[in-house]
């Protein structure tokens, strides 16, 4: 991910990029041009203002605490943390040395889940009643230090609170280990918002099928967002009568027009940064916040404690 962040802060307007990063030198292969630097202390030296942390999550807080210490901006990729004691320390440093921080969760950056969550806040789908997910593809060989839940599930932790407007309340979870690892590479998760709109996500490293889909359902209709294509569908229930006697007696809505909206479709990757180059600058943007970010984290290790305990687990 670090060779996405390089590539579109070279080419970002009103950005210097000055420098990489890696002490496992793996970043020359990918960079070649680029300098790189063996430490983060190397990049402190530099005076830069902003830092972006794209290193393996058990990482995180010691690189992040130093960068705050000195007084760099940081865009952390997510999740913020590994634990939510971690990124409460990270989210309490950053707060106290007024340094501008936000987490890499991409998804709301998706054109598509922002022109829903935008249509959501004009009323067009009316009360929201369901958000499901589902989060399912091949196994990433990067990821060895969490499972499917802090590295993917995150995504849709994320997501579905901003789309609500809500956070979690309860969570239940169902997991599994299949392919001899350390960690769950499958979950099943059961969910309810403090507005009381019912969640549900499905999300594994299995799957040879690559999906990204957010199914929101309201009173008006449903909108089925696929964050791979940046596609928005909208299934709006039907207003025709059922003539026919023997299904008559169903009472449930009926299908009526579908509509796929055309709208513009910008890297989110570009759109995540051009937010945080303005953040930093004391300009009009939308982050997710260390705050967001840490909140996400509280609510993934209470979907790990459900599945350990096959209890429910109440935030």
Known sequence: MGANHARVLSSLDGVDFVAVADPQGDARALMPPQEILKSVDEVIARKVDYCVVAAPTAFHEEIALKLIDAGIHILIEKPIAHTFESA???????????VVGAVGHIE????ALQQARTRILNGDLGEIYQISTRRLGPFPSRIADVGVVMDLATHDIDLTSWLANSEYQKVSAQSATRSGRLHEDLVAVVAQLNNGVVVNHLVNWLSPLKERKTIITGEKGTYVVDTLTSDLTFYANGTVNVSQQQIAHFKGVTQGDIQIYAFNKPEPLMLEHQNFRDAVLGLDSEIVTLENGTKTVEVAEAIIASTKNQLGVNL
Do not use: H
């Not at 409460?88 to 007024?98: L, N, Q």
């Open 88 to 98: 409460t320390r990270i989210s309490k440093a950053a707060k106290d040395k007024g």
């Open 108 to 111: 709301r950056f998706n054109s």
